[in-house]
């Protein structure tokens, strides 16, 4: 059978509507749902309003599979060839120092144009593109380890809620398409990504105080258990999250859903998808809606990693493995391997 050819979509712009072309619309993306390319690129028209709010004006990386999530894949940083006239880019800088320009999303024709180019999950930074310094949101994300169940998580996360809220920080919770949640907060953007990382160990530690039975912050997995270890270097420059509304590359086409909290108690992550959640969207509204209008101040988190670096000797926690050697840092080797008759520059 000779494959479909192109098929133009008509998508809603800011001036009117804007054609994009979408190559093999009938190329299946998810093989085991029969979720096509083009289905994809219908979905994201359909949840346009909620997907931008989210997480348009930031750099995004995509998430890319030329041939289904079964096939191989890669993350696209730099700008790829064709990049349409009304998709802009933005200049990061990266921890290597190095810098390169980024795609930016201002308007749905640019996330379908990037689902032609075979994207299926976007990875939008904490930053907006006209600072790639100082984030605008705070992200945790709660990773269950083997041996938890869903409603672990869920468990974390209403203790998160509540430790959040304490720190005048408003939480907004959503699945991650796969076995977690992301929590996020609006914050203003008057700390640079390295305090605002530090402001998240300060509340990830706190949270473990809390629950130790539940909560991690173990960075070795082999010092986690069965916990659900909060991520915290996911607040580290040129580390993203799967964005709002954002496809997943696993069974069942699962989108990363935001939720209210009053509801989480009763999530399946099963529930959201590529194909049930602009009916969701369409029958309860974007359960984001109001988190531009609640702006918090990191510097109430911030004092928890101050109140642990001068009152309980914590200090710097371990960066992830591409990251250079960072100020402060222990050595950064699992402890099983860890040789104690060498100096760790964390305990000078």
Same mark, same amino acid.
């Given at each position: /059978?000779?494959?479909?050819?192109?098929?133009?979509?008509?998508?809603?712009?800011?001036?009117?509507?804007?054609?994009?072309?979408?190559?093999?619309?009938?190329?299946?993306?998810?093989?085991?749902?029969?979720?096509?390319?083009?289905?994809?690129?219908?979905?994201?028209? @359909?949840?346009?309003?909620?997907?931008?709010? %989210?997480?348009? #004006?930031?750099?995004? @990386?995509?998430?890319?599979?030329?041939? +289904?999530?079964?096939?191989?894949?890669?993350?696209?940083?730099?700008?790829?060839?064709?990049?349409?006239?009304?998709?802009?880019?933005?200049?990061?800088?990266?921890?290597?120092?190095?810098?390169?320009?980024?795609?930016?999303?201002?308007?749905?024709?640019?996330?379908?144009?990037?689902?032609? $180019?075979?994207?299926?999950?976007?990875?939008?930074?904490?930053?907006?593109?006209?600072?790639?310094?100082?984030?605008?949101?705070?992200?945790?994300?709660?990773?269950?380890?083997? +041996?938890?169940?869903?409603?672990?998580?869920?468990?974390?996360?209403?203790?998160?809620?509540?430790? $959040?809220?304490?720190?005048?920080?408003?939480?907004?919770?959503?699945?991650?398409?796969?076995?977690?949640?992301?929590?996020?907060?609006?914050?203003?953007?008057?700390? &640079?990504?390295?305090?605002?990382?530090?402001?998240?160990?300060?509340?990830?530690?706190?949270?473990?105080?809390?629950?130790?039975?539940?909560?991690?912050?173990?960075?070795?997995? =082999?010092?986690?258990?069965?916990?659900?270890?909060? #991520?915290?270097?996911?607040?580290?420059?040129?580390?993203?999250?799967? +964005?709002?509304?954002?496809?997943?590359?696993?069974?069942?086409?699962?989108?990363? /859903?935001?939720?209210?909290?009053?509801?989480?108690?009763?999530?399946?992550?099963?529930?959201?998808?590529?194909?049930?959640?602009?009916?969701?969207?369409?029958?309860?509204?974007?359960?984001?809606?109001?988190?531009?209008? %609640?702006?918090?101040?990191?510097?109430?988190?911030?004092?928890?990693?101050? =109140? #642990?670096?001068? &009152?309980?000797?914590?200090?710097?926690?371990?960066?992830?493995?591409?990251?250079?050697? /960072?100020?402060?840092?222990?050595?950064?080797?699992?402890?099983?391997?860890?040789?104690?008759?060498?100096?760790?520059?964390? #305990?000078?």
């Amino acid at each position: /059978m000779s494959p479909a050819k192109a098929q133009v979509l008509e998508v809603p712009g800011p001036d009117g509507v804007r054609e994009v072309r979408v190559s093999s619309p009938d190329r299946v993306l998810w093989p085991d749902d029969g979720v096509t390319k083009l289905d994809l690129a219908q979905y994201l028209v @359909a949840v346009a309003e909620p997907f931008l709010r %989210a997480n348009a #004006d930031r750099p995004v @990386a995509l998430q890319r599979f030329p041939g +289904g999530i079964d096939g191989e894949q890669f993350f696209s940083k730099n700008p790829p060839r064709g990049v349409p006239d009304y998709t802009r880019t933005t200049m990061c800088t990266y921890p290597s120092g190095r810098q390169h320009p980024q795609l930016v999303i201002d308007e749905i024709a640019s996330a379908v144009w990037m689902v032609q $180019m075979n994207t299926i999950t976007f990875h939008p930074w904490p930053m907006r593109s006209d600072d790639n310094d100082n984030p605008d949101e705070l992200r945790i994300d709660l990773d269950p380890q083997p +041996g938890r169940a869903f409603a672990d998580v869920v468990e974390a996360a209403l203790a998160l809620r509540e430790l $959040m809220e304490s720190l005048s920080l408003t939480p907004w919770v959503k699945t991650s398409g796969s076995r977690g949640l992301h929590v996020y907060a609006r914050i203003e953007r008057t700390h &640079e990504i390295l305090q605002v990382r530090h402001g998240v160990i300060g509340i990830a530690r706190e949270l473990e105080r809390r629950l130790p039975d539940l909560v991690t912050t173990a960075w070795w997995k =082999e010092e986690r258990g069965e916990r659900i270890f909060v #991520d915290f270097n996911q607040a580290c420059r040129d580390r993203t999250i799967a +964005g709002a509304y954002s496809a997943r590359p696993l069974p069942g086409a699962p989108v990363s /859903m935001p939720v209210p909290w009053s509801s989480l108690r009763d999530v399946a992550v099963s529930d959201y998808t590529v194909r049930t959640a602009p009916g969701i969207l369409a029958a309860d509204g974007d359960a984001w809606a109001g988190m531009d209008e %609640a702006v918090g101040d990191v510097a109430t988190a911030l004092a928890l990693w101050d =109140e #642990d670096v001068q &009152e309980r000797g914590l200090g710097e926690m371990p960066f992830p493995p591409d990251y250079p050697k /960072m100020p402060g840092e222990p050595r950064r080797v699992q402890p099983s391997k860890k040789r104690n008759d060498l100096p760790d520059p964390a #305990d000078r």
